[in-house]
C-alpha cells in the first residue's frame, strides 16, 4: 500500500522538486483511503475523482510559492460542511448538502490544500470514544482493542493512517485531544473563537472549537498561523492579539509548570510513570515544576454534563428526537434525556458557579507559563465501552471537559507508548490566546521525548526563537529592580521577577542625576570595547500592561534590546547618549545594587 511522509514541509520539497504532483498524491490516497475504509470506518463519504478534479485543476492554474498548502491533503469532520458534499454529523436522518463551505474548510482550499472526505464521528460529536456512530465504530489505530477516541474519531485516524497531512475535528468537551493522545498525533484546541465555526454543526455553540491533528506542533503552529483571521459570519469569532502569531512558536527560555497536586489515573499501573518521564523532560529544558490544587478544575468540567450545557446540545437535536427518536442513537438519546427539563435557573446557578471557578483556575494559571496534565486518565478498551458505553468515555474526559468552559488553549501530545504499543501523551493547556506557545512547548516535548512522529522522522531541528506568550519580559537594571524605589510599578501590573542574572560583557553603566522625586536611577548602554557584564533582573509582565509601563519611563531612558549572558536578546532599559554624558560612569561596580552599597558605606 502507497506510503508517504505527508508532513508539510516533505510534500512541499517533492512539489518543489518535480518528484511528486498534488494530482498523483491525492489519487493514490483516496485508493489508500477506501482500502482502509472498511476496517477502521474512517470516512464517511470519502470524495470521487470527479469530486476532487476541480480543486486539482485548480492548482494546475496556480503557482506553488503563492500558495502556503499547495497539494496538501486534509480530511474534514462530518459535522464541518465541504460545499456540494452531505453533511450528515454521523446522523442520515439529519442530513444536508450545503452550497458553500465552513468559512476554515474555504480557508484551507484558497490556500491551495485540498480535501479528501468527510470523516466519521460520534453521533452529532457527543461521545469521546468513536464507537457512537451508524457508520461503524472507529477502532484505534495501532491497537485493535483500543477505540480510535472521538467525536473526531475519522479525522484522527485519517492522520494516524497516513491518508491525509492533517485534519480538521471539533472539540467541545475534548474531542480534538483524546483521538490525539491515542493515535501519537498532535491534536490542537485553540482558544474560543480562534479558529472560525460557522458552517460547522454546533454541539455547544457557545463552547466549540474546531480542532487541527497534525503529526507535529510545527505543523499546527503553521496551520493556525495561516487560518486564526476574525469571521464575520461567525457571532463568536474573536480577534486574535498580535502577540500570538507565527513568530510566537519557537523553543522556550525559563518557564514554570503547573502539576496537579493530586493526579487521576483510575488504577492504571503504567500512566504515573509515563507522566513522570513528562514532567521530567520539561523539567530537564528548563521548566520549574509547581504543584496546584486540580480541584476546581475538575468540579467546573463536572459542569459540563449536568443540565444547561447539555440542553444547549438538545437545542441542535432536539426537534429530530422529538418528530423520529429512532434516528438518534439510543446512547446519544439516554445523554441527552435530561435537557428537556433543564431550567433557566439551573442555567443561571450553573454559570454562576462557573464564573467563580473560573476565578479560581484563572489565580492559580497567573503566576505560570501553562499546566501539564495528562490527556485522559487510562484508555479503555472497545470491551469496556461494549459493556457500559456511558462510565467509560466520561472518564476520558477527566482532564478535558472543563477546558472550553474556562476559556483555555489546549494542545495534546504524544510523548510514549505503553507496554502493549498503544499511543500515550500529555496535554499543555493555558490562558487564552496562548496558543503558539503551547504549541512549543508540545514541540518540546516531542523533541526529547524521541518519539517517531506519524509517517516516520523526527520534528525537524531547524533554529527557533525564544517561543512567546501573552507575558513580556523585561530586563531591569536599577530602580525597578525587586525591593528598590521604582518595582511598585511592575507589581502593580501583575509582573513577577523570573530570574536575576546578567548581561553580555558588553555594557557600561552611569549614575544619572536625580529625578524632582528624588529618585536615583541608572542609564546602561551597549559599547564595542571596554564593557562588562552588569547584574540585572529579568521581570514578567502581561504584554496588556506593557503600554501604561512605557508611559511611566522618563528621558532619557528608554526601552531597546538588551543581550543576556547567554546570549540571548530580551527588551529592557537602555539610555539614550545625551543621558549618559551628564551622568557618572559606575562600571567598576557591575550593577546598581553593588553602587548603592557603596553610597551607604
Known amino acids: 500500500m502507497y506510503s508517504f511522509d505527508l508532513r508539510l514541509s516533505t510534500l512541499r520539497t517533492a512539489y518543489r522538486a518535480g518528484t511528486l504532483t498534488p494530482r498523483k498524491l491525492i489519487s493514490e490516497l483516496l485508493a489508500k483511503a477506501a482500502a482502509l475504509n472498511p476496517e477502521f470506518n474512517l470516512f464517511i463519504h470519502l470524495l470521487s475523482e470527479a469530486e476532487v478534479a476541480p480543486y486539482l485543476d485548480w492548482l494546475d492554474t496556480q503557482d506553488i510559492e503563492a500558495l502556503p498548502l499547495y497539494g496538501i491533503p486534509f480530511a474534514i469532520k462530518d459535522n464541518i460542511d465541504l460545499a456540494g458534499i452531505p453533511t450528515t454529523a454521523a446522523c442520515p436522518a439529519f442530513a444536508y448538502t450545503p452550497v458553500e463551505s465552513a468559512t476554515l474548510v474555504a480557508q484551507l482550499i484558497s490556500l491551495g490544500a485540498v480535501p479528501l472526505g468527510k470523516t466519521n464521528l460520534d453521533q452529532f460529536a457527543t461521545g469521546l470514544n468513536g464507537t457512537r456512530s451508524p457508520y461503524g465504530k472507529c477502532r484505534n489505530s495501532v491497537h485493535p482493542d483500543y477505540p480510535s477516541g472521538g467525536s ?281 490566546f496562548t496558543d503558539h506557545y503551547l504549541l512549543s512547548v508540545a514541540d518540546t516535548l516531542q523533541r526529547i521525548s524521541g518519539v517517531e512522529c506519524v509517517g516516520g522522522g523526527r520534528p525537524d531541528a531547524s533554529e527557533r526563537p525564544i517561543a512567546a506568550n501573552d507575558r513580556v519580559r523585561v530586563a531591569v537594571c536599577g530602580a525597578h529592580m525587586a525591593g528598590l524605589p521604582l518595582n511598585r510599578d511592575l507589581v502593580c501590573r501583575g509582573a513577577r521577577l523570573v530570574e536575576a542574572t546578567r548581561t553580555a560583557p558588553h555594557y557600561r553603566l552611569s549614575a544619572l542625576a536625580a529625578t524632582p522625586d528624588g529618585t536615583r536611577r541608572p542609564g546602561m548602554w551597549r559599547v564595542a570595547r571596554g564593557g562588562t557584564a552588569i547584574a540585572i533582573e529579568i521581570w514578567e509582565m502581561p504584554s496588556l500592561e506593557l503600554g501604561s509601563f512605557i508611559t511611566t519611563i522618563p528621558s532619557p531612558l528608554a526601552l531597546g534590546k538588551v543581550e543576556l549572558a547567554n546570549g540571548a536578546w530580551v527588551t529592557g532599559f537602555v539610555c539614550e547618549g545625551y543621558g549618559i554624558e551628564s551622568g557618572a560612569d559606575i562600571t567598576e561596580f557591575g550593577g546598581w545594587r553593588a553602587w548603592l552599597a557603596s553610597e551607604r558605606r
Not at 192 to 218: E, H, I, M, N, Q
Not at 284 to 301: H, K, L, N, S
Not at 355 to 378: E, H, M, N, W
Request: glycine residues 10%; charged residues 15%.
Open 152 to 432: 473526531s474519531a475519522g479525522s484522527s485516524l485519517a492522520v494516524a493512517l497516513g491518508v491525509a497531512s492533517f485534519a480538521l475535528g471539533t472539540d467541545t468537551a475534548g474531542s480534538g485531544r483524546v483521538p490525539a493522545g491515542l493515535n501519537n498525533l498532535v491534536g490542537l484546541k485553540a482558544t474560543k473563537g480562534l479558529l472560525s465555526t460557522a458552517g460547522v454543526v454546533p454541539a455547544c455553540r457557545t463552547l466549540d472549537c474546531v480542532t487541527y491533528f497534525t503529526a507535529t506542533a510545527r505543523e499546527a503552529s503553521q496551520l493556525l498561523a495561516l487560518t486564526a483571521q476574525a469571521d464575520p459570519r461567525d457571532a463568536y469569532s474573536r480577534k486574535n492579539p498580535q502577540w500570538n502569531n507565527a513568530r510566537a512558536f519557537g523553543k522556550l527560555a525559563l518557564f514554570r509548570f503547573g502539576v496537579p497536586s493530586r493526579l487521576e489515573f483510575a488504577g492504571c499501573a503504567e500512566s504515573p510513570g509515563l507522566f513522570a518521564k513528562a514532567r521530567a523532560m520539561l523539567e530537564a529544558a528548563g521548566g520549574e515544576a509547581v504543584e496546584i490544587d486540580f480541584g476546581p478544575f475538575v468540579e467546573a468540567a463536572n459542569l459540563l454534563y449536568q443540565g444547561p450545557w447539555v440542553a444547549e446540545r438538545y437545542h441542535v437535536v432536539g426537534e429530530l428526537i422529538e418528530a423520529n427518536g429512532e434516528a438518534v442513537l439510543p446512547v446519544i438519546r439516554d445523554v441527552l434525556a435530561k435537557a428537556p427539563g433543564a431550567t433557566a435557573v439551573e442555567l443561571f446557578r450553573a454559570q454562576y458557579r462557573l464564573q467563580t471557578l473560573k476565578g479560581i483556575c484563572d489565580a492559580a494559571l497567573d503566576s505560570l507559563d501553562f499546566v501539564l496534565t495528562p490527556t485522559y486518565p487510562r484508555p479503555v478498551t472497545l470491551a469496556e465501552l461494549e459493556r457500559d458505553p456511558i462510565g467509560p468515555n466520561s472518564l476520558l474526559g477527566y482532564y478535558t471537559n472543563f477546558m472550553n468552559l474556562l476559556d483555555y488553549a489546549a494542545v495534546a501530545t504524544p510523548t510514549g507508548f505503553m507496554k502493549n504499543g498503544l499511543p500515550w501523551g500529555v496535554t499543555v493547556f493555558g490562558r487564552a
